[in-house]
């Protein structure tokens, strides 16, 4: 008896013993099945972060986000004002990260023109950052500093005796003087954002960076050589150009050009005589002309007049022979003393446009097209403001102004 119940023992040990194994075996593989599972869900999300990351794929959606950013920035530009700086340091900053992703300032330029159809003043904002970039200065402060350090009340801070890095802008200020490019940077996105004062000239600049080329500050005007044949087609074309800006004034000087060849040729006294005597004959020869012009014609014996009552007024005249005589000396200051060439009336808005931005120019731009040494942007420009005298004065003084003139010669 005692062996049965020593077998029977025996017998459900064992059967316990296997079932133990089997369970064993069995809880391993669902262990097993259970972990694959899991690591293959952790591998797809971690396939699926990268695959939707837009730092690492999409570079558009990043060039956009940057777009926003630059186009949100505080623009007064003022560094008397915190929101200025805490804008103007993130866009740095995000700059910054997205160059790791071989975006360059260039590369966002290119993004935003075909972006829009306009011109938008954020496209020199990128201008600007590559040069203050290229500088390689420190940052001044991160954003954390300017949203956790700079106290924004001085009477708490007294009462829980808490330290700050920057107690008033005025100490932001101070930081600001071991920062040149950096104020330099808010100095020019400043000038980039007043569109009032400089757009056209901006305008001019960047199509000719990013769109035409240097061709396009050359092209546009009128070939007076094709137009003008007598006196009476240069003054009708001169009354159009009496204005101030750049391109009036080029395209008077160039109908100056051109009647002068056909006058000269018509003045007997003049043949024999040297080139300074010529030049001072033919501006007095010229001024009086302006002066008496009558185009009055008669056909079948009626008379008319081609242009309008204002064309022929004394008032105009006036204005168009001073304006004549400002010309005349700029060109003879331009060919005995300076020797340089008159810019475009294009040319010159871009030029001012580009030494007011203070940026750098892209690779392949033909640097030569502002080559101070070789056009004389500053003189044109003084002629400008002479001719916008003239324009500004009554009538009386520039009468006055003429028969002074009139009297000296």
């Not at 459900?12 to 369970?23: K, P, Y």
């Not at 097993?32 to 999409?58: C, F, G, L, M, W």
């Not at 990128?126 to 500088?135: G, R, S």
Request: glycine share 2%.
């Amino acid at each position: 008896m005692k062996k049965i119940y020593t077998y029977i023992l025996l017998t459900t040990l064992t059967t316990l013993s296997t079932a133990c194994m089997e369970l064993q075996l069995e809880l391993e593989q669902r262990y097993n099945e259970i972990y694959d599972v899991d690591a293959k869900n952790i591998q797809d999300e971690k396939s699926s972060v990268r695959t939707n990351n837009p730092k690492k794929t999409d570079k558009n959606d990043l060039m956009s986000q940057l777009y926003q950013v630059a186009r949100n920035l505080d623009y007064r530009f003022d560094s008397s004002l915190i929101t200025t700086h805490k804008s103007l340091i993130n866009f740095i900053t995000l700059m910054n990260e997205v160059k790791r992703h071989r975006i360059s300032e260039y590369d966002m330029v290119r993004f935003i023109s075909q972006q829009s159809d306009y011109y938008t003043p954020v496209t020199f904002y990128f201008h600007c950052l590559k040069k203050y970039n290229a500088a390689k200065e420190k940052l001044p402060f991160t954003a954390h500093e300017l949203d956790n350090e700079l106290c924004l009340d001085n009477d708490l801070a007294q009462l829980f005796r808490i330290q700050y890095k920057y107690y008033s802008i005025e100490d932001i200020q101070k930081k600001l003087t071991s920062c040149p490019a950096y104020i330099n940077l808010i100095d020019t996105l400043r000038v980039a954002a007043n569109s009032d004062s400089y757009s056209g000239n901006h305008y001019v600049l960047y199509t000719c960076l990013w769109y035409s080329g240097t061709k396009n500050l050359f092209n546009g005007y009128p070939e007076y050589y094709n137009i003008i044949t007598n006196f009476d087609d240069f003054y009708s074309e001169a009354y159009k150009n009496l204005c101030a800006d750049y391109d009036s004034i080029y395209n008077f000087i160039n109908l100056i050009a051109c009647i002068k060849n056909i006058e000269i040729g018509h003045i007997k006294k003049i043949k024999n005589k040297n080139e300074t005597e010529k030049h001072y004959f033919f501006s007095v020869y010229f001024f009086s002309k302006i002066l008496n012009h009558n185009p009055i014609q008669e056909i079948i014996g009626i008379k008319y007049n081609p242009l309008n009552e204002d064309s022929i007024s004394m008032s105009t005249k006036h204005r168009m022979a001073l304006i004549y005589k400002c010309i005349e000396l700029y060109q003879y200051h331009q060919k005995n003393l300076y020797n340089k060439k008159t810019p475009t009336g294009k040319q010159l808005k871009a030029f001012l446009s580009f030494q007011r931005l203070d940026i750098s120019l892209p690779d392949g731009f033909d640097k030569r097209v502002f080559n101070e040494n070789e056009y004389a942007f500053k003189q044109f420009h003084e002629l400008s403001e002479n001719i916008a005298t003239i324009n500004n004065a009554n009538d009386a003084a520039r009468e006055q102004t003429v028969k002074k003139i009139l009297n000296e010669i």
